[in-house]
Structure formats: structure tokens, C-alpha cells
């Protein structure tokens, strides 16, 4: 079973390689693409020795849609630049996908930080409630659920959400038991409770209906 794991990045020079590591230190065959979204600090260059980089229009949901067309594997796991995948990530996920009824899935969270109300935050990452999980845990699918999906939809905010909403209209979603590592930056840059605060209502706005476009604007009015 290969893996297609898609990266996409913009501006992510310092954070990106350790990110890579994680992924060429995996068991299986495996491919590393990495969809660039007009990079300006050396992101690019940076990843040539340890992946293929493809170029994209920016945009997280049009850069992974981008990376799925070109990559080759029976499976795609779209990572983000800042998180790093757990020992024995593949195996885990190809034996999660050995049940038929499995259609893709996520893992659990760990922040890259040991403050308690972050650990706090990842510790509901472990319950199978469908709001806990979002693209920073790592989104995989079967290419062929991707496929007649359509990928993710090209919103500009919430395309993690539409499409795990979407996911498990076609079969059984999993929550893989091993932690992806994620970048705690946002949250320490901005305050915990205030970042988390902001998420929640972002959440709970869309599900209510509000347009991605809004809460995007709104988010980076607030400067969240």
C-alpha cells in the first residue's frame, strides 16, 4: 500500500525540515510531495533534497488538491508543515485500513509543548466526537474516496471540517491511537484561551452556517 503524504507550505523554511524527517524515517512505501504556495524564505529550497515540491496557487485546499492530482499512492495523508508524524505512522494507518468499512481518518494531537491547557486541549483529540478533529491531526484518505469526493472543497477557511463532514457520508471514519506532534506557535503567540476561544466560535459559526470567506475576514480582523 503506498502512501502519498502531501505537504502543503508557505513560508514554512524553519519549520518544514523536521516535519520531512518525520516522514523519510517511516516504515512502507512511501512518496513526499510538497505543494508550495509561492514561498519567499527559501522554503523551496529547503525541501528539494528530501522531496519532490510541486508549485500551486496559494491556498491550503487548491495546494492539497493540487498535490493529491500529481501524487501516485493508494493513500493520501495531508500533513501540515509544522506537524510531524509518529513512529510507526504507516504501519498504524495501513493497518487501520485493512477493514474495508474504513474509508480514511486522522490521529490524535500532541502539541510541541508541555503547558498544561494545551495538553488539556489535545486530550479531547482522543475522543471520536467529530467536532474534536481538524487538519492539523492529519487527514487520510483512500485516493478513491478522495477522487469522488472531488478533494477538498477550494474555501478559503474550514476545508479540514467540510471535508471530514463529507468523508463520513461515504463510510467509517478512524481515529488512529498515536499522537501527530503540531506546532503550538499560534496558541503561544496569541494566547491559549484566546486562540482556543477563537476556534471554538469559528467552529460553531460555520456549523451554524456562516460563509468561509466571512469568518476568514473576521479571524484575520481579530488578529486571532
Keep these: ?19 520531512l524527517y518525520s516522514v523519510r524515517n517511516q516504515q512502507g512505501e512511501f512518496e513526499i510531495v510538497v505543494i508550495d504556495g509561492g514561498s519567499v524564505d527559501g522554503t523551496v529550497e529547503a525541501v528539494r533534497p528530501h522531496a519532490r515540491v510541486v508549485h500551486s496557487e496559494r491556498g491550503r485546499a ?9 501524487s501516485t499512492g493508494e493513500v493520501l495523508l495531508f500533513l501540515h508543515a509544522d506537524s510531524h508524524l509518529p513512529p510507526r505512522a504507516f504501519p498504524l494507518l495501513e493497518q ?19 503547558k498544561f491547557l494545551l495538553r488539556l486541549i489535545a486530550f479531547f483529540s482522543r475522543f ?24 477538498f472543497a477550494e474555501i478559503p477557511f474550514m476545508e479540514d471540517i467540510d471535508f471530514l463532514q463529507r468523508l463520513r457520508k461515504i463510510g467509517r471514519v478512524t481515529l488512529l491511537n498515536q499522537p501527530i506532534t503540531t506546532s503550538a506557535r499560534r ?26 470567506q466571512n469568518l476568514k475576514k473576521w479571524y484575520e480582523r481579530k488578529g486571532a
Design 128 to 151: 471520536e466526537f467529530r467536532y474534536f478533529h481538524y487538519g492539523d491531526q492529519g487527514i487520510f484518505a483512500r485516493r478513491w474516496v478522495f477522487e469522488q469526493l472531488h478533494g
Design 1 to 19: 500500500m503506498k502512501i502519498s503524504v502531501i505537504i502543503p507550505a508557505l513560508n514554512e523554511a524553519r519549520a518544514i525540515l523536521p516535519c
Design 62 to 70: 487548491v495546494q492539497m488538491n493540487s498535490g493529491a492530482r500529481q
Design 96 to 114: 487501520a485500513l485493512a477493514d474495508p468499512r474504513i474509508v480514511g481518518g486522522t490521529f490524535r494531537l500532541r502539541f510541541n509543548s508541555e
Design 187 to 212: 496558541f503561544l503567540e496569541r494566547g491559549i484561551i484566546r486562540q482556543q476561544v477563537t476556534n471554538i466560535i469559528l467552529v460553531i459559526s460555520y456549523l451554524l452556517g456562516a460563509k468561509p
